[in-house]
């Protein structure tokens, strides 16, 4: 079965960059929806980016356009975050996650996603 496993987070400087990674272990990354999303305690999980199967449409989060960008390698077999411009309520849990049925704008709704990583805590200070 598929399991996803996230890396790259860490502490950084507001305008600082970071990557976020997720391996795709069991599975090939490209049957799949691939998407981040972030949660604080105490609050709701918010999507951040996703990606189609075929890698043809991102979506993204309006707080994020501009600053972060989703893709994958298939080498790797992994999915990745990378932030720009960071902000200091860009700080969160950042999780990965994989679904093989959303389509559209939905691909940014967590109840979507069947497969979630652990999460990679990522803390920006100004």
Avoid at 65 to 83: C, H, P, V, W
Wanted: proline fraction near 3%; aromatic fraction near 12%; glycine fraction near 12%.
């Amino acid at each position: 079965q598929v399991h996803l496993r996230e890396s790259g987070g860490g502490s950084v400087q507001a305008g600082g960059s970071l990557r976020l990674s997720c391996f795709v272990s069991g599975d090939t990354v490209t049957r799949y929806a691939m998407a981040w999303f972030r949660q604080n305690p105490g609050k709701e999980r918010e999507g951040v980016a996703a990606m189609s199967p075929g890698g043809n449409t991102q979506y993204y989060a309006d707080s994020v356009k501009g600053r972060f960008t989703i893709f994958r390698d298939r080498d790797e077999n992994s999915a990745y975050l990378q932030m720009n411009d960071l902000m200091a309520n860009d700080t969160a849990m950042y999780y990965c996650a994989a679904t093989t049925w959303v389509t559209g704008p939905r691909a940014l709704s967590a109840p979507f996603y069947k497969t979630w990583g652990q999460g990679t805590q990522v803390t920006v200070s100004s």
